[in-house]
């Protein structure tokens, strides 16, 4: 479906459910998918208690109901309309579906998320607009790797359609004000800023970033929560938080300091330092560097080689890994995004918004 086009109507949204009455039985994992996406839509964000431990069943449901946050009523009809379509178009040939090759998912608008041979790829898929994270694309990541972590594949990989890996946050998502106002565009911004990058911090699997092109902002803050970064040589690192008048996310106050040095990462944080691939991985942000023109053939070569170890094993190994971190990670994630709710509301900020929507100023 096309970036622009009109949400579901409410008859679309009631003849998908009942063509999902038609369907064979999707299994669990898109059976929860179509309770959250249908609770989300009728009812809005989750608003009951949490079942306890041994309700296993309710449980699950209100995990994924909660899992939404808050995605609007819109988008969870369109995203169920969009869910069910799919299933519809895959069970007219059901007799070709393989249970382990390359199986698309559908239901997403702003990402390509497959499964194949031991690895669930998230590909953000707005090559036009250099992959820039709208606030769909933040909700989709979290499904897609709440998905992630529970289905058969060993490890997760994001990476980016296009030239771009990703331009970070998309600057048009602070022009859609809501009735409460800026304030309240900030503190649902700064909500969902923290349940995505949560995400990634509690994700259970290796996660690898496939850096195919330049990546700004929030893309490049959250590659110290991943396990290994691969880069092509064309990608370059940057993260212009004082030039839009904001702070630092996605743990990087805590985690580049770790990673490349204070010294290092105040140049990158502070004062907005683009960093080549090659200067990211001798500063330890990067794993390894690629000529762009082997970098896909060299990476899932290697990727589907790790993806064929023992799972349990890698998840088990990262666990230790990671930890004893997730407490102060969670924290960080807490502080750096309060912090960010208040600079989304200085003249700072807001200015900085203005010129790169007016082009007076590019990066
Ligand atoms: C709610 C959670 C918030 C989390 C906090 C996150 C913070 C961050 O991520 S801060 C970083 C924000 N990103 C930027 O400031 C980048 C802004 N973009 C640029 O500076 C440039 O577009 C570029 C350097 C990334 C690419 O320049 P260029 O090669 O010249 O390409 P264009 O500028 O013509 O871009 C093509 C097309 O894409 C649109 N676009 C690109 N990036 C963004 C973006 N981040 N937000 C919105 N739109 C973006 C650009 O406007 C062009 O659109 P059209 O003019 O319609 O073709």
């Given at each position: 479906?096309?970036?622009t086009a009109?949400g579901a109507?409410q008859?679309?949204?009631?003849?998908a459910?009942?063509q999902?009455?038609r369907?064979k039985?999707p299994?669990?994992?898109?059976?929860?998918?179509l309770y959250?996406?249908y609770?989300?839509?009728?009812e809005?964000?989750?608003?009951t208690?949490?079942?306890?431990v041994f309700?296993?069943?309710?449980k699950a449901?209100w995990?994924?109901?909660n899992?939404?946050?808050?995605?609007?009523?819109?988008t969870?009809?369109?995203?169920?309309?969009?869910?069910v379509?799919?299933?519809?178009s895959s069970?007219?040939?059901s007799?070709?579906v393989?249970?382990?090759?390359?199986?698309?998912q559908?239901?997403?608008e702003t990402?390509?998320?497959?499964s194949?041979?031991?690895?669930?790829?998230i590909?953000?898929?707005?090559p036009?607009?250099?992959?820039?994270?709208?606030?769909?694309?933040y909700?989709?990541?979290?499904?897609a790797?709440?998905?992630?972590?529970?289905?058969d594949?060993a490890?997760t990989v994001l990476?980016g359609n296009?030239?771009?890996?990703?331009?970070?946050?998309?600057?048009t998502?602070?022009?859609?004000i809501?009735?409460?106002?800026?304030?309240?565009?900030a503190?649902?911004?700064?909500?969902?800023l923290?349940?995505f990058?949560?995400?990634f911090?509690?994700?259970?699997?290796?996660?690898?970033?496939?850096?195919?092109?330049?990546?700004?902002?929030i893309?490049?803050?959250?590659?110290?929560?991943?396990?290994v970064?691969?880069?092509?040589?064309?990608?370059?690192?940057?993260?212009?938080?004082?030039?839009l008048?904001?702070?630092?996310?996605?743990?990087s106050?805590y985690t580049?300091?770790?990673?490349?040095?204070?010294?290092?990462a105040?140049?990158?944080?502070?004062f907005?330092?683009k960093?080549?691939?090659?200067?990211?991985c001798a500063?330890?942000?990067?794993?390894?560097?690629f000529?762009?023109s082997?970098?896909?053939?060299e990476?899932w070569t290697?990727?589907?080689?790790y993806s064929?170890l023992?799972p349990?094993?890698?998840r088990?190994?990262k666990?230790?890994?990671?930890n004893?971190?997730?407490e102060?990670?969670?924290a960080?994630?807490?502080?750096?995004?309060?912090?960010?709710q208040e600079?989304?509301l200085?003249d700072?900020?807001?200015?900085?918004i203005?010129?790169?929507?007016?082009r007076?100023?590019?990066?």
């Open positions: 479906m096309s970036e009109m109507s008859k679309d949204f009631e003849s459910m009942s999902v009455k369907l039985d299994g669990n994992e898109v059976k929860l998918k959250a996406l609770k989300q839509a009728t809005g964000p989750c608003n208690p949490k079942p306890g309700d296993l069943i309710n449901k995990d994924a109901w899992a939404l946050g808050s995605l609007p009523k819109e969870a009809r369109q995203n169920y309309v969009d869910l379509s799919g299933l519809s069970s007219d040939s007799s070709q393989k249970p382990e090759a390359d199986r698309k559908s239901g997403y990402l390509v998320v497959t194949e041979d031991g690895i669930t790829k590909m953000m898929n707005r036009a607009k250099k992959n820039a994270m709208t606030m769909r694309m909700e989709e990541i979290m499904l790797l709440k998905a992630a972590s529970k289905d594949s490890i990476t296009g030239d771009y890996y990703s331009s970070g946050n998309d600057l998502n602070f022009t859609d809501p009735s409460g106002g800026v304030e309240e565009k503190k649902n911004s700064a909500i969902l923290r349940d990058v949560d995400c911090i509690d994700f259970p699997k290796p996660l690898i970033a496939v850096v195919n092109g330049p990546a700004v902002g893309s490049v803050t959250i590659l110290g929560l991943f396990e970064v691969y880069a092509s040589d064309r990608a370059t690192f940057h993260t212009p938080f004082s030039h008048g904001q702070s630092p996310e996605g743990c106050s580049f300091p770790k990673i490349m040095g204070p010294a290092k105040a140049e990158m944080l502070i907005g330092k960093l080549t691939a090659a200067e990211a500063q330890g942000l990067v794993t390894e560097v000529p762009d082997t970098f896909q053939k990476v290697r990727l589907k080689a064929k023992p349990n094993a890698m088990i190994s666990q230790m890994i990671r004893r971190e997730k102060k990670l969670h960080v994630n807490a502080e750096e995004s309060s912090t960010l600079r989304w200085s700072e900020c807001m200015n900085a203005m010129n790169f929507l007016t007076k100023a590019k990066l």
